[in-house]
């Protein structure tokens, strides 16, 4: 069974830094595909960025630049570090294994 725990999140400045994780079990971590998507109040979930198994990532346009994910195999993590945070980042952000597990999300909120 698929497992993805997050950890990391909480309230922090405009401008400022903030990095969540998540730690996967229950699947062959190192071949697959995983992903960070984010929820706004009011909004559709969205994906934030994506990390392939070998690899390649892919960015939401709005957070190219900001953020970056990278994975760590040996741990079975996958990691979402976001600089110059606004307050349009306001979520909750989820930890995904696509197409259709998902964690229970950590909050993370950008307010002065």
């Known amino acids: 069974q698929v497992h993805l725990v997050e950890s990391g999140g909480g309230l922090v400045q405009p401008g400022g830094s903030l990095s969540v994780s998540c730690k996967a079990s229950?699947?062959?971590?190192?071949?697959?595909?995983v992903g960070w998507y984010r929820q706004a109040p009011g909004k559709q979930r969205e994906m934030v960025a994506q990390?392939?198994?070998?690899?390649?990532?892919t960015y939401a346009d709005s957070v190219k630049g900001r953020f970056t994910i990278s994975r760590d195999n040996v741990r079975r993590k996958v990691s979402l570090q976001m600089n110059s945070l606004r307050p349009d980042d306001t979520a909750v952000y989820y930890c995904?294994?696509?197409?259709?597990?998902w964690g229970q999300g950590t909050q993370v909120t950008v307010s002065s």
């Open positions: 990390i392939t198994s070998d690899g390649s990532t």
């Open positions: 995904v294994k696509p197409p259709d597990s």
């Open positions: 229950g699947f062959n971590f190192r071949i697959n595909t």
